[in-house]
């Protein structure tokens, strides 16, 4: 009979299924850790500010209409009647500047932190407004009312200085309430009455502290956005990406340019305001999110993913073994051994939420390594069989680093990894007669 050998294939095979159970409550307690984590740094964000969109400025002329409207009276006479309407004309920037410069700090909760950022803006630029307000021969009928400038902060907690505007070389001073709905929450600064076909310089200094990303949304018929950072890895969202960026070690520069040509933002400004369809106007944005590439939770949740592929490939060399050497290993020693590699993950999880991902890897894996290497010295009746076992977890281990590190070419070196072993395999065993290696297999089997 030719089974034993089928037997113990699969017999490896279940032992790699149930090894998929410890797996799993690693996962779940990664997904837990990672999900608590979060949280606090919602919870942090929630005590302190949140992600921070500038919108704005916005020129807002309040005014009242005076309407002629007819009617029929009960002797079904033609009558009019005078009503008055209220609203508001919106001028957006002919030219905006934002200059920003970000610092960011580092707050801790427990074992957990959260990136927090500062940044000092300035926003600069003009408007001009049109001849007669834009309004033609209609203008007659209405009654403009002094303006104001909004300027839309999306958490105003993080305000951290007093706003004072420069407006045509005077100094006026902000007040709470962006008092336009298509802005939110903000701030507005009364300007008084303004004239048509004038131009209006501004300034105003804006320092705001926020968590996650930091967004401009580019009201200006043309809009400038110049974004210096100490942080070295951003990573940068909206619909237009910088027109120019450095990133080093010490951190990042970057600058975008729009204009009304690519945002469409005077067409999709007024629909927002005249008919609340916001949707567009609010996802027309530019700017930055500050990542943490060195998110243990993340990582560790990317190396459980090879944690079946790892305990495969040690069973083969274990399997090897038993072909080339005749040697007899039995199912509970490759439990034993599939157990100390899921461990592993166990180990990385705990130490890298105090030590860092690097340094809990390397330990981790020295740990299990050293483990490994002692058992099986002796399941193989060979220090020298033992060490070239280790030496090749060794090099497992630091291909697995060498995956999560080069996330971009993830795909081509596990691809490479795994081509690699099944060609080792494959010459390995290339003169083994498999129908008497399971001959030989029950034999041994049956021997007192």
Not at 107 to 119: E, F, M, Q, S, V
Not at 398 to 427: C, H, K, P, Q, R
């Amino acid at each position: 009979m030719k089974k034993p050998l089928l037997f113990k294939l699969l017999t490896i095979g279940l032992l790699m299924l149930l090894l998929l159970i410890p797996l799993a409550m690693i996962g779940n307690s990664i997904d837990e850790r990672k999900a608590y984590s979060e949280q606090v740094v919602q919870d942090i964000a929630k005590s302190s500010s949140y992600s921070q969109t500038i919108t704005g400025p916005v020129l807002v002329v309040p005014y009242i209409k005076t309407e002629r409207i007819a009617y029929l009276n009960d002797k079904k006479e033609r009558v009019f009647e005078e009503k008055e309407i209220k609203g508001n004309l919106y001028f957006l920037p002919e030219l905006l500047r934002v200059d920003t410069d970000m610092n960011t700090e580092l707050r801790k909760r427990g074992i957990y932190r959260a990136h927090l950022y500062h940044t000092h803006n300035l926003l600069d630029g003009h408007f001009s407004v049109p001849e007669q307000f834009g309004l033609g021969d209609a203008l007659a009928h209405y009654q403009l009312q002094p303006a104001y400038i909004a300027v839309g902060i999306s958490d105003i907690r993080g305000i951290e200085n007093a706003l004072d505007l420069q407006w045509n070389q005077k100094t006026l001073t902000a007040e709470p309430g962006s008092h336009v709905s298509a802005l939110g929450n903000g701030v507005h600064i009364n300007v008084g009455n303004i004239e048509a076909a004038k131009k209006y310089s501004f300034s105003l200094p804006l320092q705001l502290q926020g968590t996650g990303h930091f967004n401009v949304i580019p009201v200006g018929k043309e809009t400038h956005l110049e974004l210096n950072s100490d942080w070295p890895h951003p990573s940068f969202i909206g619909d237009y990406l910088p027109v120019e960026r450095s990133i080093s070690s010490s951190g990042f520069s970057a600058r975008w340019q729009t204009s009304f040509f690519s945002t469409n933002m005077s067409e999709v400004f007024a629909r927002c305001v005249n008919n609340r369809e916001c949707d567009s106007f609010n996802q027309i944005q530019m700017g930055v999110n500050l990542i943490d590439p060195i998110n243990q939770y993340v990582k560790s949740d990317r190396a459980i993913k090879y944690a079946l592929l790892f305990i495969a490939l040690t069973f083969a060399g274990f399997f090897l073994f038993e072909i080339l050497k005749r040697l007899q290993v039995h199912p509970i020693q490759y439990a034993l051994v599939g157990l100390s590699l899921a461990f592993f993950y166990l180990l990385l999880i705990s130490l890298s939420e105090h030590i860092g991902f690097a340094m809990a890897y390397g330990a981790s894996a020295a740990a299990c390594v050293s483990l490994i290497g002692f058992y099986v010295s002796y399941v193989l009746h060979s220090i020298a069989r033992a060490f070239g076992f280790t030496l090749g977890l060794v090099l497992l281990y630091a291909l697995l680093y060498g995956l999560l590190s080069a996330e971009d070419y993830a795909l081509m070196m596990g691809s490479v990894l795994l081509f690699t072993m099944l060609g080792a395999f494959m010459a390995l065993t290339r003169n083994v007669d498999w129908y008497n290696l399971s001959s030989a297999s029950k034999t041994a089997g049956d021997a007192p």
